[in-house]
């Protein structure tokens, strides 16, 4: 997907020497990581449509609506959802 938004992040690790700061550069999971529409959520819009489509199983667990879901299987549909949308 062109124009993702990346963000550089500051932590501070335990290193050989005591405390250092490592730089990771990661996709901006706090604002998204492309424009959507409207501000929604589109990681819920996936988790609804590969719903929709048949895939995982949903259910009670306890008092909770639940989804069982294949990992594997629920990102390839996301970031062939994403690729289509956005």
């Given amino acids: 997907m062109p124009n993702k938004r990346a963000v550089r992040r500051h932590r501070l690790v335990k290193g ?42 949903a259910g009670v667990v306890g008092q909770a609506r639940s989804e069982l879901i294949d990992a594997v299987d629920l990102l390839r549909f996301g970031v062939a959802w994403m690729e289509e949308k956005l």
Avoid: K, M, Q, T
């Fill in 16 to 57: 050989p020497n005591g405390p250092e700061i490592r730089v990771i550069e990661c996709l901006d999971d706090s604002h998204g990581i492309v424009d959507y529409p409207g501000g929604a959520d589109y990681f819920a819009e996936i988790l609804s449509a590969y719903l929709e489509h048949g895939r995982g199983c």
